[in-house]
């Protein structure tokens, strides 16, 4: 347990970031932060970088920028790796993924050159869409890990940084339920030596991670940390993780619509979802193994913030429709479309129709910043294990085992922002307000 207003450890030196996948989220938010360095650019999407919080009444006009009340790392201290099975270099590959306009990639061109990925953890079994052949190569996947640790010593060595943060910014690996080999930490360093097949490469990258002490997030629906053994590590090594798949596009509206039916107690007949998608993430979920991953993360979330359960006559035997088209010509310009089926007043039916032109690593490149900072914020002031409080930035929160998670996006932001309060000893935001009016 936390104390109110703990001791955390300053923000000093250069704070890697560590980048499994050097696609279009990872060259986006790199790109990101360079340009925002040379004021080229704004950090809009950032809560670290432009959002800010309320501290105690409303009449005392005290409302700092986030960071500026907690301390975090600065976008000046941080520097950058990454791993990819495509040997591109970081410009290389943003050009590539055409998200970040040309003319904005050649004023950070040189910095974006000098980041290489190193060669990938690669398995066909759980990416089968994309064979690249920048790959590390291994007996075993102990070996492999070995390697992942191996990169990251030499980067921290070279670049003078004294601290890191690795967040999977890969694809979506195909559904794999959770084997004997994640049900505890000997299970799975032995399962490591034995090279079993049910390790996936986004769990070799976690588990080097973890291993040095380095906070994780995972930016993919994947399984990766959210097993038994991983959880076990991350308690040993006092190091803190988080939740599943960014919460972007159609998922994000999701999560800002829900609650607003609930609140108002309006009846839910059917959610359906398509989306269009012709970037690497689309054309890895082409399959179907890797579409399941994908469609596991985002139906669960309407579920938990309509609750059913309590609210059977509104939302018992609701129909929660998605699909993913792989479709080409749209690159990295999402487009969602959402057809929603409500009832109201002796249930008469309405509808709602969303279509959301988004660009997916345009929403995603401002969480990774995010994740990045928070998740080094929590290792300095002692946080370990599952940070529920960072669920603000997931499809999928973790949580401790039996609890569910919380989906409303607007709890999420007041659990997020009183855990900074509480880390700094300031009361926190209830919203009663009634002292207004005693």
């Known amino acids: 347990?936390?104390?109110?207003?703990?001791?955390?450890?300053?923000?000093?030196?250069?704070?890697?970031?560590?980048?499994?996948?050097?696609?279009?989220?990872?060259?986006?938010?790199?790109?990101?932060?360079?340009?925002?360095?040379?004021?080229?650019?704004?950090?809009?999407?950032?809560?670290?970088?432009?959002?800010?919080?309320?501290?105690?009444?409303?009449?005392?006009?005290?409302?700092?920028?986030?960071?500026?009340?907690?301390?975090?790392?600065?976008?000046?201290?941080?520097?950058f790796c990454a791993w990819d099975i495509y040997s591109e270099n970081a410009y290389e590959s943003a050009m590539k993924a055409g998200v970040v306009a040309p003319d904005l990639l050649a004023q950070v061109r040189t910095e974006l050159e000098a980041i290489q990925p190193n060669p990938g953890v690669f398995d066909p079994t759980f990416i089968r869409n994309l064979d690249g052949e920048h790959r590390k190569h291994g007996a075993t996947k102990r070996e492999l890990a070995a390697q992942v640790i191996a990169d990251i010593e030499s980067f921290q060595e070279s670049s003078g940084t004294s601290r890191s943060v690795m967040v999977w910014c890969g694809s979506t690996e195909a559904f794999h339920a959770p084997s004997p080999a994640h049900q505890s930490l000997d299970a799975f360093e032995t399962a490591l030596d034995q090279d079993d097949p049910s390790i996936s490469p986004s769990m070799i990258y976690?588990?080097?991670?973890?291993?040095?002490?380095?906070?994780?997030?995972?930016?993919?629906?994947?399984?990766?940390?959210d097993i038994p053994a991983m959880t076990e590590l991350a308690a040993a090594r006092q190091v803190p993780i988080c939740g599943k798949d960014f919460k972007t596009g159609q998922t994000l509206m999701k999560t800002i619509i829900a609650?607003?039916?609930?609140?108002?107690?309006?009846?839910?007949?059917?959610?359906?979802?398509?989306?269009?998608?012709?970037?690497?993430?689309?054309?890895?979920?082409?399959?179907?193994?890797?579409?399941?991953?994908k469609e596991e993360s985002k139906l669960s979330v309407l579920d938990t913030i309509?609750?059913?359960?309590?609210?059977?006559?509104?939302?018992?035997?609701?129909?929660?429709?998605?699909?993913?088209?792989?479709?080409?010509?749209?690159?990295?310009n999402k487009e969602g479309w959402d057809n929603i089926d409500v009832k109201g007043w002796l249930g008469y039916p309405m509808q709602i129709k969303v279509n959301f032109l988004c660009r997916d690593s345009i929403l995603a490149a401002p969480l990774v910043l995010d994740l990045a900072l928070l998740l080094d914020l929590a290792q300095r002031a002692g946080m370990k294990g599952i940070q529920e409080w960072l669920s603000f930035y997931f499809k999928s929160p973790q949580t401790a085992p039996g609890l569910y998670p919380e989906h409303d996006l607007f709890i999420q932001l007041m659990k997020l922002k009183n855990t900074l309060r509480h880390l700094r000893g300031e009361d926190l935001i209830t919203h009663l307000g009634l002292e207004y009016y005693d």
């Open 1 to 79: 347990m936390i104390e109110p207003g703990v001791n955390i450890t300053p923000a000093n030196g250069k704070l890697g970031v560590l980048l499994p996948g050097l696609g279009a989220v990872s060259t986006t938010f790199i790109a990101g932060v360079l340009l925002v360095r040379k004021n080229l650019g704004v950090p809009i999407g950032s809560l670290t970088q432009m959002g800010t919080i309320r501290l105690g009444k409303r009449t005392e006009g005290r409302t700092p920028f986030i960071r500026d009340f907690v301390p975090l790392a600065t976008l000046d201290q941080l520097s």
């Open 259 to 293: 609650p607003g039916l609930k609140a108002r107690l309006l009846g839910l007949d059917g959610w359906f979802s398509t989306n269009i998608l012709g970037n690497r993430d689309g054309e890895v979920l082409d399959d179907p193994d890797s579409f399941k991953t």
């Open 306 to 332: 309509l609750q059913a359960d309590l609210h059977p006559e509104l939302y018992k035997d609701f129909v929660h429709k998605v699909s993913i088209h792989y479709y080409p010509p749209r690159g990295d």
């Open 206 to 225: 976690a588990y080097a991670a973890l291993k040095l002490g380095i906070p994780f997030a995972n930016g993919a629906p994947n399984l990766t940390v």
